[in-house]
Structure formats: structure tokens, C-alpha cells
Nanobody, 126 residues
Framework: QVQLVESGGGSVQSGGSLRLSCTASGYSLSNNYIAWFHQAPGKEREGVAAMYTLSRGTFYADSVKDRFTISRDGARNTVYLQMNNLKPEDTGMYFC???????????????????WGQGTQVTVSS
């Protein structure tokens, strides 16, 4: 059974940093895509960062480029999202997701990901 468990959310002031973790069980993060999605209150979920785990190639939404970094620890089967210079608009739930296979049509597309974590809340105050 595949499980993705996120942690690391919390409350910070604008300009602060948080690091989210996503640990996978029953699933090897070795040749697939894994991504982080953000759902702001009252809005649809949108992809913010993705990684192709075989090459460690990374992809970011324009809204988080140069502020967020996705990385992977193969030994821990864990993916991280380092979030710096946080803004109030970054507030919301953050979900990690993993693809079924090694190819996706849209790296930040919600429909391309099969496995999802339960999410972790991030609140950024101004």
C-alpha cells in the first residue's frame, strides 16, 4: 500500500522559511515524478514544484521560482520542499503527490499524479 506522509507545516511571518517533508512508504522514489501542490483557501489546488527523481530535474511554478526548492533524499525515501521568503499568498494546504510511472503529460498537472498525501497546513502572516 502506497502512503505519502507530509510534515513540517506551521505558522510563520512574512519573509520566514519552512521546510516540508514527504516520506513515502510502499513506493520507491527512484524513477517517477513527485510534486508539491498548494491549495489556498477557497481556491483550486495548483502545482508549485516537481522533480523527476531519476535525473533530479526540477520544475517550478513562476509564483515560487527562486523562493522554493524541491529536493530528495533517496536513503530516506523522502522529498522536501524548502520554502524561503514566504508570502501571505503562500498560505494554504500543501500536498505531495507521486506519479504512477516515469512519464507525465504536465509536470505540475494534478491529473498526472496518482498517489497523494493528506496535506500539511502552512500559514503566513503579514
Amino acid at each position: 500500500q502506497v502512503q505519502l506522509v507530509e510534515s513540517g507545516g506551521g505558522s510563520v511571518q512574512s519573509g520566514g522559511s519552512l521546510r516540508l517533508s514527504c516520506t513515502a512508504s510502499g513506493y520507491s522514489l527512484s524513477n517517477n515524478y513527485i510534486a508539491w501542490f498548494h491549495q489556498a483557501p477557497g481556491k483550486e489546488r495548483e502545482g508549485v514544484a516537481a522533480m523527476y527523481t531519476l535525473s533530479r530535474g526540477t520544475f517550478y511554478a513562476d509564483s515560487v521560482k527562486d523562493r522554493f526548492t524541491i529536493s530528495r533524499d533517496g536513503a530516506r525515501n523522502t522529498v522536501y520542499l524548502q520554502m524561503n521568503n514566504l508570502k501571505p499568498e503562500d498560505t494554504g494546504m500543501y500536498f505531495c503527490a507521486a506519479s504512477e510511472g516515469s512519464q507525465v503529460a504536465r509536470r505540475l498537472g494534478e491529473r498526472d499524479y496518482t498517489y497523494w498525501g493528506q496535506g500539511t497546513q502552512v500559514t503566513v502572516s503579514s
